[in-house]
């Protein structure tokens, strides 16, 4: 038997991520979206698979190296629509059941997203992106050599992370015949519209959209209903807050949603709603649930990931939905009036979801299975495996097995992780610890694979990653805990994290500690290495080191320091006090910066600040810039930025813990 080896930081090129599973209407069909990573041109591909459900033989339809995401159904089962970019910009292409070639249906241009089927099968709507005034039928010249132009700017919501610099493009809402191709833009205005679902009785298609006054003090999106018949555009929540994920029961009586009335701003925990078309009542059904609904995992691998909102039972006396609990995300039953039954009991990241009579079909990883579709029987939770999309590059590696670990933090709180050893690991010897920090803060490290970690883990280390005060899955209470109190308690519970370790573990070598995170992660990591010199290497990575400049330059600086930190922008000694900056004369760690040139969410003078700030110091630090990159580098960034960003993380920590 051939002996399995660690992972290296290019095994991203041997990987494939699978996604947004859909079940034909008659139950007979699977599609669903794989990944991979094309390593000579740099670039993600996308293909569109099937699964036979009698046979569970796995086909791929769409073929080319392009994006093809988003498959669709139509009502009868024979015809597939999705989105392509193979012409250069995302379109809706169809693809009979039968098989053929695909054919285009829109030749929109700012291209097409999201496409939603009528329930008679004869219409698409989609969204599209228009300027004020702008046609969607109406081609622009090609200009031979594009000139720059300035970017006015009129207000504070002008950029984001996303998307960049905002250049009046506004999300649309458009209804195309299949047959004909007659295309009608039904929304118009400067405002985002959010496509949501078209009710199975063809009555109305809902829509999300916040339509404030002023937008840039406004965090809201309210959910509106379009009368087929009549244009007429009807709202249906209250402006109470922000509503997403709509869908409509069988019967068409009744519209879930996800959503909450912010009364945490940003920390509170999402719920299920429900809106009557016949009372015209709109009610949250979860208000005695302590979790929050859909998924919330901090990870760095999946791609094209798409949370389904509620998939009502054909009976409409309930649905099933995703929840984020206790370090795993799994499936959920509830009923109109809020009666909860978690139906299956995993200990992993269910991401996709979509259910035909009594069963569903689930993307799902595993920290040590990356991504596949799996069968779930939601009689009994039952789990099965469809497809072997990784098994080849499983049979070669040897992955490390996280053990689930818990601890008290401050007040007593119990803080939940996970200790990953060394994948080479032998008794008796001992062995150096990173620990990790997950960004947000309100998200959740979980039951699923993480390359890093794994990587890590191959080089020789032990892994610790918690999710403490702040993180998602352990109740409001808990999530909102870390709000005004930065560098409090949440730093105190990843100290007793590795207090905990030390004294648990005796194959960890305390005096070869390191830490990493990005983001909020970066932010506890230069806290951490400017309140303790326990730690003898770090690396931080997209990360704040003066609250008081973020405010001025990220996407969401203004109003983040008043939610999380609960400080006005003219409070400069609060937020100087919670500074990483303030304290930079204590640093002693090695500390390797990492960021991105485009990081609009964590600018990268929070980096270029921090780094000469330990360099006139003579402190003992390196600073690497990723060109042509945003915040989303470590997940979706350019394969060759990853790659390299993982190898400087290792090499960082194998100079300085060996």
């Known amino acids: 038997m051939t002996k399995r080896r660690g992972i290296v930081a290019e095994d991203l090129y041997e990987l494939t991520s699978v996604a947004d599973p859909r079940v034909s209407p008659d139950g007979k069909k699977i599609a669903f ?37 988003s ?69 622009k010249e090609k200009e031979e050599k594009k000139e720059l132009e300035p970017l006015e700017v009129t207000k504070m919501k002008y950029k984001s992370d996303a998307g960049g610099f905002f250049r009046g493009d506004y999300q649309q809402i458009a209804i195309i015949d299949i047959k004909t191709k007659k295309l009608d833009v039904i929304t118009e205005g400067e405002v985002h519209h959010s496509l949501q679902a078209w009710s199975p ?10 339509y404030a006054e002023d937008i840039d003090f406004s965090f809201q999106q309210d959910l509106y209903l379009y009368e087929i018949s009549t244009k007429k555009i009807i709202k249906i929540t209250e402006s109470t807050g922000s509503f997403y994920h709509a869908t409509f029961s069988n019967n068409s009586r009744y519209l879930s949603c996800f959503g909450s009335e912010r009364e945490y701003e940003n920390a509170t925990l999402s719920k299920i709603w429900l809106y009557d078309l016949q009372k015209q009542t709109f009610t949250c059904i979860a208000k005695d649930w302590d979790f929050p609904v859909g998924d919330y995992v901090a990870g760095d691998f999946q791609q094209g990931a798409v949370t389904p909102g509620a998939i009502w039972r054909k009976d409409d006396e309930g649905f099933y939905f995703i929840g984020t609990n206790k370090g795993n995300t799994n499936i959920y039953y509830a009923t109109l009036s809020g009666e909860l039954q978690q139906i299956t009991k995993e200990k992993a990241h269910i991401y996709g979801l979509s259910i035909v009579g009594e069963t569903a079909i689930a993307a799902i990883s595993y920290p040590t299975n990356p991504s596949e579709i799996y069968a779930v029987q939601l009689t009994n939770g039952k789990v099965s495996q469809l497809t072997k999309m990784n098994e080849k590059w499983l049979q070669t590696v040897e992955l490390a097995k996280p053990e689930p670990i818990s601890f008290k933090g401050p007040d007593d709180w119990t803080v939940h992780g996970w200790l990953m050893k060394p994948a080479n690991f032998q008794e008796g010897e001992k062995y150096p610890l990173i620990l990790e920090v997950h960004g947000g803060p309100h998200a959740m490290y979980a039951n699923t694979y993480f390359h890093e970690f794994q990587m890590l883990a191959a080089s020789g280390y032990a892994v610790l990653y918690t999710n403490p005060r702040g993180s998602h899955g352990y109740g409001q209470a808990f999530v909102d805990a870390v709000r005004g109190d930065y560098g409090g308690n949440d730093y105190l519970d990843l100290m007793a994290a590795v207090d905990y370790t030390l004294a648990t573990y005796d194959f960890i070598d305390g005096n070869r500690l390191g830490v990493t995170g990005g983001s909020y992660g970066g932010f506890m990591t230069n806290w951490i290495v400017s309140h ?12 704040i080191s003066n609250w008081i400049s973020f405010y001025g330059v990220s996407d969401i600086g203004y109003y983040f320091n008043e939610w999380q930190h609960k400080l006005e922008v003219n409070d400069i000694e609060g937020l100087w006090e919670i500074s990483p900056l303030a304290y930079v004369n204590n640093v002693e760690t090695p500390l390797l910066i990492l960021h991105s040139e485009k990081d609009f969410r964590c600018p990268i003078e929070q980096a270029e600040q921090l780094f000469i700030a330990l360099k006139h110091r003579k402190k003992k630090t390196k600073f690497i810039r990723f060109p042509e990159s945003n915040h989303e580098l470590s997940r979706s960034g350019k394969p060759n930025l990853r790659i390299k960003r993982l190898n400087y993380i290792e090499d960082w920590f194998v100079e300085h813990l060996n």
């Open 201 to 210: 009785d063809g009555n109305f298609i809902v829509f999300g959209a916040d």
């Open 71 to 139: 498959p669709r159904w139509s009502p009868d089962g024979q015809t597939l629509a999705f989105v392509s970019n193979r012409t250069g910009k995302n379109q809706i292409y169809l693809l009979q059941s039968n098989g053929g070639e695909a054919q285009r249906l829109t030749d929109v241009e700012n291209g097409a997203t999201n496409p939603v089927w009528s329930p008679d099968g004869d219409k698409l709507t989609f969204t599209v992106s228009l300027k004020k005034g702008e046609r969607v039928d109406v081609k």
């Open 33 to 69: 979206v794989a990944t991979s990573i094309q390593k000579e041109e740099n670039e993600y591909f996308s293909n569109i698979y099937t699964i036979d459900t009698n046979t569970e033989e796995v086909q791929q339809w769409t073929f080319g190296e392009y994006r093809n995401s």
């Open 532 to 543: 303790t010199n326990r730690f003898k290497a770090a690396v931080t990575q997209r990360s």
